[in-house]
């Protein structure tokens, strides 16, 4: 079966100061992966998608980048966090294919804390 | 472009009630629609998803929802809430076609279920 790994689950960075969160998916090939974030109130906002490795696609200006090295890596870094940027971070990953019903799976989510 | 409504963004009820949390989507073309659930502090985790075939979906815990195309409704329902139930609830939505897809989320409605 297909499991999603996310890390870490919480965290606490100065403003200023870069970040590093990363997922990765096992149990499949070539997933479609997901950045979203969580603001309170504001539902789920898609940070970047990838559907496929070195290919990343960004929905929002923001001061975030994501990458993914491998098939299933997929890194989301900041150089210098905000205050703006605190919030829920959810990885996600859904099957390839022209089936546009599949699922997409989420990880546990990470805790970003900027101060 | 597509979109999701969900009206009101808390609903509480009594064990043993009803559960009603109401959905409309706007898409151009033929929708795909899920409902996934939250428990606090953690990752989405899918109730049910309607694609093609029977407009009436079941799906985990007891929940289903409903397609209705001429009222651009998903609403999802319970017959009998539980105090387990009390999370908070997202409808999404996307549309066929592709190989690569992302869904619309809905600011989501939290679920109080009262003793």
């Known amino acids: 079966s297909q499991t999603i790994h996310q890390w870490p689950a919480t965290l606490v960075q100065p403003v200023g100061s870069p970040l590093s969160l990363e997922c990765t998916v096992e149990?499949?090939?070539?997933?479609?992966l997901y950045w979203y974030r969580q603001a309170a109130g504001r539902g789920l906002q898609l940070l970047f998608y990838?559907?496929?490795?070195?290919?990343i696609s960004s929905e929002v200006p923001q001061n975030l980048s994501a990458s993914r090295p491998q098939d299933r890596q997929f890194i989301l870094s900041s150089k210098k966090l905000l205050l703006s940027d605190s919030g829920f971070y959810l990885c996600a990953w859904s099957p390839t294919g022209r089936a546009a019903g599949n699922t997409i799976y989420f990880g546990e989510g990470s805790w970003l804390t900027v101060v | 472009a597509q979109s999701v409504t969900q009206l009101g963004s808390h609903v509480s009820v009594s064990e043993g009630a009803l559960v009603l949390l109401r959905c409309n989507y706007s898409s151009s073309v033929p929708p795909y629609l899920f409902w996934y659930v939250q428990y606090p502090n953690q990752g989405l985790q899918l109730l049910l998803k309607y694609t093609t075939g029977a407009t009436l979906v079941k799906g985990i815990n007891g929940f289903e929802a409903e397609f209705k195309k001429s009222e651009t409704s998903f609403h999802l329902t319970k017959p009998s809430a539980h105090m387990s139930d009390a999370a908070e609830y997202f409808c999404a939505v996307t549309y066929g076609g592709g190989s690569n897809y992302k869904l619309t989320f809905g600011k989501g409605t939290l679920l109080t279920v009262n003793p």
């Open positions: 990838s559907v496929g490795i070195g290919q």
């Open positions: 149990g499949t090939s070539n997933p479609n």
